[in-house]
């Protein structure tokens, strides 16, 4: 695969306020490889994406290597990073293709070779059409793929995005994020975008690395990462695991309305919270000698229902179900869940 190998050695970073936004983090990025940073705000993705750039000096002893060259010292300029923010930055006073090739003009390269380069980026971006079209007459996703293209023209090692889809609206993003997803993968360049949104990470992301508090908490493909969570906090956050409350004695559960048996890793005693998915819950007709629950709310997704009962945990659970699956508000039902599907994981 194409691309240039990302390496981060020891790299945090302390503001002048003494505020640590990102804790001492080691990470390599193989080359063509599309990572993902994932976390709430504030968890220092947006500051490990500006330390790849240049934008931010890590900390003293903090290394970045774009293959075998150390870019610790080199300017942004001189680092050969695309960057697409999250408002975009494009010039509205002109025209899609004078917005593509301001890169290449500014380095000063022929008219002619930028006109063809322009083209190529045009056609790769799904832009045809709209080259002397002006920035105010293009929609938010044609905006957003000229984003794409103005970073790649200038054929950068790496391309850096920040929030890529978070200024459109949810309809249009849902869209656009499958667009993107197969954009980078024709690009074959390695790519390192931020995002709160796991959905877009989990889509996108060839590898997601979950942070908090300016930590790395956890880095895996999108697959490894929902089904084998390393913390309680990744695996609320992928997934929205159900928290599941109550007192652990021999590797029961005692909750509200019934026990869990535990997997062998559960060997906590005593006020314990344990973590289900929620397509792992299934609904029974059954009740009275395990777990039960009792509608609160039911949203119809069209291939799927969820359901949200209480009694169960002192927190409400979700369920997803099948979209026939009939139930009223008010209506109880038993819970099955198999003890493999029961999560038992440490906070960080």
Known sequence: MSGTKI??????????????????????????????????SGCGKTTMLRIIAGLEMPDAGGRIMFDDTDVSTVAIEKRSVGMVFQSYALFPNMTVRDNIGYGLKIKGIDRAKISKRVDEVIELC??????????????GGQRQRVAVARAVAPQPKILLLDEPLSALDAG?????????????????????FVTHDQSEAMAIADRVAVMRSGKMLQIDDPRSL????????????VGAAN?????????KLSLQTGTLTLPKTGSSQGPTTVYVRQEAIKLTETKGNGLEGTVVSKTFLGSSQKVVLSGVSDKLISVVTDPSTQCEIGQTFGLSIKTEDILVLEDQ
């Open 243 to 251: 928290e599941l409350s109550g007192v652990a004695s021999n590797d």
């Open 126 to 139: 799904q832009l045809e059409g709209l080259g002397n079209r002006n920035i105010k007459a293009l929609s």
């Open 172 to 192: 249009l993003r849902d869209q656009l994020r499958d667009e993107l997803a197969l954009l980078l993968r024709k690009l074959s360049i390695t790519t390192v």
């Open 7 to 40: 390496h981060l050695e020891n790299c945090s970073k302390t503001f002048p306020d003494g505020t640590r936004a990102l804790l001492p983090t080691n990470i390599d990025v193989s080359p063509g490889e599309i990572l993902a940073l994932l976390g709430p």
């Open 226 to 237: 929902y089904s084998k969570p390393s913390s309680a906090f990744v695996a609320r956050f």
